[in-house]
């Protein structure tokens, strides 16, 4: 008898049972009694005791409709929970999608080989072999007309309308009697209902049949060609570089590499070999994107590369549509995975590559329990598959390109564009010396010559909507948020105002809602407000890209062949427009103000920064045009500014991990952010203050409580508690704040721990 830990479906907790016959195993789904009801648990560990002070009660049974999980997951499950001290149940609902279903069919199969004797026996075996009868003209679609002829002529088929095997004869004919076979299957309950079941049993105990379970056929996603193949040979030559990549990452002892190439260096095409190569070997690969709606050009490649082995996961799937792309993978039908966040836990069989795209993104970042990061559970889960890990950027974040330098990751560079194509040119502009805050006169004097050229242009707005705030000139008033203690942007397209936070709304009326003056003035401009001025100078087709204006389900399809159609010739959007996209005739990118994320109280605002606007700078002439690029701000003597404009990520990798060590933030250090709320006010700073009593001491530096820069969401006060300090102090640190979250429960209060938080507002 063994005992096991089995975590209990809408619990938080481990609960003890037994397995009675030695049934069970980690990773499978069971029934439990619990709490004078029978409930779902999954089985996560063994226990290493077999006495204990309260009865054990054993488990019901299997529940053979769920997803089982392999010992690998549940190691990474119980990793992210102690890591980023979260509960298990929270761990697990990420991780596998909620209601997964997985249906089997039972049927028996009959055994040729074994003499058939008593008249039961020989009636069960005719009984099969009408099953298997199947017309010429469908035997002669699967085989050669010659080789049916010849088996009817030699006796091994017989029949006339419909065709059956009467026996083998020879090796040639070893492919036509496994057809055959494959067919003699029958029903669990078809059989046991034309035979008694007592027969059946009868017949499985001399080795007849056999009971076999298969998944049931869950259908295809995605209409594809079978004509086509599984997956195609790339056409696409690659590189020096590339190829030296491709060698290095297959060929290495080393598990974790980082890819470092410049924009339009062609990252992917050494990702696809990758994946490819792998795949001719039955090896299956996840590769991770930041955000897939927002790149319709690797979903189509991909589709068009992998064909019927590709299953996307991402957020605007159906629950049926998850459910159908998860059970693939499970059953192992589909090997290779594009996905968002969460496609890191894709149970992928026989994993050979977790492969991260844009690794410095902090959409890779859950902002909600629980708070993991997916490149750091995919780098854990290649350490416990015995898997690759490849991290891409042109502009790594700082933490991974020090480990690279340090040796723990292997460094990979694509210095040169693909095709030879050119970098472009970037050029600072001074605003401080312009009238207008959005065009300077050089960005309108490019962005005339660019048109006039029918060449394409990109602009680049960091806010959305028509302005950050209204005030009203008479009494002052600002609209704000009733949830939250930040002010409601305007959004002229809706006529409204609207909390970025929260998603509250208010109908826009024109008049102050203090002392209902029309007097207002819009400030801090959004890219509504931008697309307004653009078209003032300039009567050519515009598309704004933002949150806002693509929440239709196929916008980004539809925007990406329409600006390729050249149906538009300005693009203008906030950050999304920097990611993944790649226009040929986008010759000239506009950066509108490059300060915003500079500003912030962020000790990672200069990374964020030099990320962004270099990202968005190679979207231009990325192919035989050569680019320019024009970035605006206030700030152009800033170092950062500087190594921007030099493309020199290497100058601005040291200038900023200086800054780091003497500061002591990460990579040198790691960092825990504990935001503590409540709906009420009162009392919500003295709760914070005994948390930090009981945690001040314990060897790493600790700053608060103190409000949030952004003191109340969605109804809910906030006060923090920084802590900061060595790998292993923090890791020491992490079973107190878990004491603490329970000593102190108090239902008045809610206490999330950030680790390794990417924002700190």
Not at 42 to 53: A, G, K, Q
Not at 56 to 65: A, G, M
Not at 717 to 740: E, H, M, S, W
């Amino acid at each position: 008898m063994r005992y096991y830990g089995v975590y209990v479906d809408g619990t938080n907790d481990f609960f003890t049972y037994c397995d009675l016959k030695d049934e069970f195993n980690i990773g499978e789904r069971v029934a439990v009694p619990f709490r004078g009801r029978i409930k779902s648990g999954l089985i996560v560990y063994r226990e290493t005791f077999e006495t204990f002070e309260f009865k054990v009660l054993p488990i019901t049974r299997k529940l053979e409709s769920q997803i089982h999980l392999s010992e690998s997951m549940i190691k990474l499950l119980l990793w992210i929970k102690n890591y980023y001290l979260c509960s298990f149940g929270q761990t697990f609902g990420a991780a596998i999608p909620g209601n997964l279903k997985v249906e089997y069919s039972y049927n028996y199969r009959f055994m040729e080989r074994v003499p058939l004797k008593t008249f039961e026996e020989k009636e069960l075996g005719n009984y099969f072999r009408q099953k298997a009868e199947v017309t010429k003209a469908t035997l002669c679609k699967k085989f050669s007309k010659e080789l049916v002829r010849d088996a009817l002529e030699k006796g091994v088929l017989k029949g006339k309308n419909k065709l059956f095997l009467e026996e083998n004869f020879g090796s040639e004919y070893q492919e036509l009697s496994e057809y055959y076979s494959q067919r003699m299957r029958v029903g669990k309950t078809t059989l046991e209902k034309r035979f008694s079941k007592d027969i059946v049993e009868k017949m499985v105990r001399r080795g007849i049949v056999f009971l076999e379970k298969t998944l049931k056929d869950n259908g295809k996603l995605y209409d594809i060609d079978e004509a086509d193949g599984v997956y195609s040979k790339e056409s696409t030559v690659l590189n020096i570089e590339q190829e030296t990549a491709v060698a290095e990452i297959e060929s290495s002892e080393r598990r974790y590499f980082l890819l470092k190439g410049v924009t339009g260096s062609g990252k992917t095409e050494v990702y696809l070999k990758l994946i490819r190569k792998a795949l001719e070997k039955g090896q299956g690969s996840i590769f991770l994107v930041p955000e897939i709606s927002l790149t319709p050009q690797m979903v189509k490649r991909f589709k068009g590369e992998f064909r019927e082995n590709i299953a996307i996961l991402h957020s605007k799937l159906t629950p049926v549509q998850r459910a159908k792309e998860w059970l693939s993978i499970y059953t192992g039908e589909k090997k290779v995975v594009l996905g968002v966040r969460s496609a890191v836990f894709a149970p992928v069989k026989n994993l050979k590559y977790v492969i991260i795209d844009e690794e410095h993104e902090a959409t890779y970042k859950q902002d909600s329990n629980p708070r993991y990061n997916a490149k750091y559970v995919g780098i854990k889960r290649g350490e416990l598959e015995d898997a690759k890990i490849v991290l891409g950027s042109a502009t790594p974040s700082i933490e991974s390109y020090y480990f690279a330098k340090e040796g723990v990751f292997k460094l990979l560079e694509l210095k040169e564009r693909y095709n030879g194509a050119n970098l472009p040119k970037l050029k600072l502009v001074d605003m401080k010396d312009e009238k207008s805050h959005y065009f300077s006169r050089e960005l309108l004097k490019d962005m005339s010559e660019t048109l006039r050229k029918d060449e394409q242009i990109m602009l680049l707005l960091n806010r959305k909507g028509y302005s950050t705030y209204i005030q009203c000139l008479e009494c002052g008033h600002v609209e704000e948020c009733p949830n939250c203690s930040i002010t409601m942007n305007y959004y002229m397209s809706q006529g409204i105002y609207k909390c970025n936070y929260c998603g509250e709304t208010k109908r826009y009326t024109g008049t102050c809602s203090s002392c209902k003056s029309k007097n207002l003035s819009h400030m801090g401009k959004g890219t509504e407000r931008l697309e307004e001025e653009i078209r003032k100078y300039f009567d050519v087709g515009i598309i704004r890209v933002d949150s806002e204006s693509s929440k239709e389900r196929n916008f980004y399809d539809n925007m990406y062949r329409e600006f390729l159609e050249k149906k538009y010739h300005i693009m203008l959007g906030t950050q999304i427009i920097s990611k993944g996209f790649h226009f040929p005739n986008v010759t000239l990118v506009g950066v509108i103000n490059a300060d915003s994320i500079m500003n912030f109280p962020d000790f990672r605002s200069g990374e964020k920064t030099f990320q962004l606007v270099s990202q968005v700078a190679g979207r231009a002439g990325r192919e035989s045009k050569k680019g320019e690029v024009l970035i605006q701000t206030f700030q152009p003597e800033n170092h950062v500014m500087k190594r921007i404009i030099e493309g020199d990520y290497e100058g601005f990798y040291l200038d900023e991990i200086e800054t780091r060590k003497i500061l002591s933030y990460p990579p040198f250090s790691r960092i825990i952010n504990i935001i503590i709320t409540s709906i009420v006010e009162e009392g919500l700073e003295n709760y914070a203050r005994k948390f930090y009593d009981m945690i001040k001491d314990e060897g790493v530096e600790v700053y608060g409580p103190m409000k949030a820069p952004v003191y109340r969401v969605k109804g809910r006060y906030r006060y923090q508690i920084f802590l900061k300090g060595t790998r292993q102090r923090i890791n020491a640190v992490k079973p107190v704040l878990d004491k603490c979250s329970r000593d102190l429960r108090d239902e008045k209060y809610r206490v999330v721990i950030d680790v390794d938080p990417i924002n700190l507002m």
